[in-house]
């Protein structure tokens, strides 16, 4: 089977198209370190959703590090954009939540179909297999076949599961789930909420809601649950915007990004850690399990250049 770093690299292939080979173009052989140049330049990292105030500011760095070490060719420019890039991304520091935290809860947000369930079944089965005890809450009693959905992953990662008849108030499954993993001694308690209601404001005020009831289920002292965000990188910039709204409501410590499979650009990717400051924890390129890693932002950056 390729391993999930080429099925990135493929998840990625249009991107690195558009971006590497249209930046080699523009450079040419011999490049010439001048306005034409760095405006081109400009415009591929646009056109690759890094976002505009993004582009200019790695366009300034590139050039200033191509002109004080006197670049002569595409190649070197190149190495000039990954380490920006990299830094970037490096740029925001991330870690996945307190491990000694016991049960170290999740939340994860997101709008409909952003692939929340899928995310939840994906990240229960690995952290299954490094040998931690999860249990799945269905909290997205607005709809009946998330919780459906939320039951086939729990079986396939030899997660526990904690739902309610469909309709449900969603804090109180949240609730009765971290008691529960209290009670079991378990590790991990993977939280699924709705990603739509009657309307936004009401979404929000539930999300926080439900975080409240986490809470006060952990009790005193306990390290707070962590919100993880769940984002379609195929929406682009407009998932920045929904991003903003959900960090405002329930605070958000980490992005999943899904779908970087599809028509995705990977500019996406460094536009959430410039302008949002949050890192990205996981990367999805499929439907499977082995469809979803942690993010490395070195590999990130190899997997568009190489
Ligand atoms: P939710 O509404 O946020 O819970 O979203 P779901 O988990 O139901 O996912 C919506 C759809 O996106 C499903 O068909 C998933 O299989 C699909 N999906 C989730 N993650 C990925 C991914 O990384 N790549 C692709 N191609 N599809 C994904």
Same mark, same amino acid.
């Given at each position: 089977?390729?391993? !999930? ?26 490049? +010439? ?11 591929? %990292? ?33 190495? #000039? *954009? ?16 307190? &491990?000694?935290? =016991? ?28 040998? =931690?005890?999860?249990?799945? /809450?269905?909290?997205?009693?607005? #709809? ?16 526990? %599961? ?23 001694? *378990?590790?991990?308690? *993977?939280?699924? &909420? ?22 006060? /289920? ?10 993880? %965000? ?15 709204? !959900? &960090? #405002? ?15 995705? +650009? ?9 302008? *949002? ?26 997997? %568009?250049?190489?």
């Amino acid at each position: 089977m390729r391993s !999930f770093f080429q099925r990135l690299k493929q998840g990625l292939a249009r991107t690195h198209k558009g971006l590497t080979e249209r930046i080699k173009e523009t450079i040419g052989l011999a490049p +010439k370190l001048d306005d034409e140049l760095f405006a081109d330049l400009e415009s591929a %990292l646009i056109a690759a959703d890094c976002g505009v105030d993004l582009a200019a500011e790695m366009t300034a760095a590139v050039r200033a590090a191509c002109e004080r070490d006197r670049v002569e060719s595409s190649d070197a420019i190149v190495e #000039r *954009l990954k380490t920006t890039m990299a830094g970037v991304l490096r740029g925001v520091t991330s870690d996945q939540g307190s &491990t000694a935290a =016991r049960p170290r809860v999740t939340i994860f947000v997101g709008v409909n179909g952003s692939g929340k369930t899928t995310s939840i079944g994906k990240i229960g089965c690995h952290y299954a297999r490094a040998g =931690r005890r999860v249990l799945f /809450a269905a909290a997205d009693t607005f #709809r009946a076949a998330a919780g459906e959905q939320l039951e086939i992953w729990a079986e396939r990662a030899g997660a526990q %599961l904690v739902k309610s008849a469909s309709g449900g108030d969603p804090a109180a499954v949240a609730y009765d789930a971290v008691v529960a993993a209290k009670a079991r001694g *378990l590790d991990d308690v *993977l939280i699924d &909420t709705a990603g739509r209601l009657q309307n936004k404001a009401n979404l929000m005020a539930e999300l926080a809601k439900v975080r409240r009831s986490i809470d006060k /289920a952990r009790g005193d002292g306990a390290p707070p649950a962590q919100v993880l %965000l769940v984002m379609d990188a195929t929406t682009g910039q407009n998932g920045l915007v929904q991003a903003a709204e !959900f &960090t #405002r409501a329930v605070g958000v410590d980490g992005i999943v990004l899904t779908k970087l499979d599809g028509t995705a +650009k990977g500019g996406i990717v460094l536009a959430i850690a410039h302008r *949002l400051k949050i890192p990205v924890l996981w990367v999805g390129v499929g439907e499977t399990v082995d469809d979803l890693e942690t993010f490395d932002p070195d590999e990130f950056v190899a997997a %568009l250049f190489d």
